[in-house]
């Protein structure tokens, strides 16, 4: 399971390295991603404080630091 969830958090960083800022919804449709693994690979990176979080309105966007 651990391998997984580091390529997905690999997968994540990935996307928005190259995307930019997004939604969770918007990451997990681009990336294929089932939401528990997008949720489990967000964990991972902000453990590792590489995530910015900024709400606009209703919606969270995440973002590289």
Not at 15 to 20: K, T
Not at 26 to 35: E, F, M, Q, R, V
């Amino acid at each position: 399971m651990t391998e997984s969830i580091g390529a997905a958090a690999g997968r994540v960083w990935q996307y928005l390295e190259q995307n930019g800022p997004a939604s969770a919804t918007k990451i997990s449709k681009d990336t294929g991603l089932d939401t528990k693994l997008l949720q489990r690979a967000i964990g991972w990176l902000s453990k590792e404080e590489k995530l910015s979080f900024e709400t606009k309105g209703r919606n969270e966007f995440i973002g590289l630091k």
